[in-house]
């Protein structure tokens, strides 16, 4: 710095986003396009066990090898009959020998003008296409009466009224639930392609943390980030692999960066994204040409670098607990729902009534930590982003959009439950 001019303090800013002039915000919206647009499915394929494929991506669209239900069957316990045979008011059939249970089905034809004692599950005996309840008839073991009429396939379902054979059931990049489990299962699957699992790379950087639990001097703070980025990991449905903690030296982040790309196919890290002289993780990104240092018109969370370390792409989110979760719902996680196969999907909000209100200015997307209380949405007391016992007592985030808003008690906000982010 110049000797002969003398330091002259910056004008005060009563806004403590504001940037230094020149500086561009960018909007979240841009962001997430500029993410869509460049990010793509990375992950190899595999064939497993539908039993163990709970929470997988399919990485090809899933046919039913097999119609449900294969045959027509009964959907009761009762007498399967003949509806040519039906009159309408009091009617007595005799029984023929035998039954249709479920697994032990009727063998040969029932003959006009009799019923046949049928189970739930049962196939429909040749010689039938009707069932009558069993609550509905009055029966000495060799015959039955009821009074008619009944519809045509009362009680009866019908070969493949459920899934055609050779039908779409599941789309590529569905990420599978239980259900899904039952209905391959049922259509004559036993094995699925998926996409193995994304690996997904956690560190930790700055000298001033230590491992939850340990013996700290008083200048320290507890890794919170690490712990709970894993865990968001493993909640979506990807491969953590804890990296541990970086120091505040550029040379051994270079390290931790050099490991996890080896070892992952995407990398997390915390801390040290802004562009202060501590901040190594800004610095070793922009060293590779493929970096974009975002400051997002994002609260909480202004600094995102973006980076690619070895072929493998970095997030590196903001410090402060608050913004390193909120920032990796927003960006990493639809960004990691591609690279894992399951294409870019953002989650659907709720329009929900709040029950608190907000003059919000211009400028900048903002997420309050949330949840709902009897149908309406509750913020946590203090917007203050340092504070980690808020993001534990939400559910969900409120999202305020980019423009001024004034939200009164009863005006409808967007609410996303966590779980709409797959937490
Ligand atoms: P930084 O982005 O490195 O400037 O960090 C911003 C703030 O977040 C500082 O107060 C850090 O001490 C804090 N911080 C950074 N990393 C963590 C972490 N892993 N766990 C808890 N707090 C953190
Ligand atoms: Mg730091």
Redesign the pocket.
Known sequence: MSQDKPLVPPPLKNDCFALPAGTLWTPVSDALETLKGRLHTCVEQEVVPIKISLGRILAADVSAVRAHPPQPNSAVDGYGLRHADLLTGAQTLPLVEGRSAAGAPFEGIVPPNHAVRILTGATIPDGIDTVILQEDVTTDGHSIAFHGPLKRGANTRQSGEDVHADETILRKGRKLTPADLGLMAATGIGSVEVYKPLRVAVV???D??AEAGADVRADQ??????PMLLAMVAQFGFEPIDMG?APDDREALRGYLDEAAIRADVILT?????S?D??HMSALLNETQAMSTWRLALKPGR?LALGVWEGKPVFGL????VA?LVCTLIFAKPAMSVLAGQGWRLPEPLKVPASFSKNKKAGRREYLRAKLVEGRVVVFKSEGS?R?SGLSWAEGLVELPDEALDVQEGSLVDYYPFSAFGL
């Open positions: 930790s950087t700055g001033e943390l703070i507890y890794d919170a980030n690490r903690r915390s801390g040290g994204a802004s202060g501590e901040d600094p903001p410090g402060n607990p390193a340092g980690i």
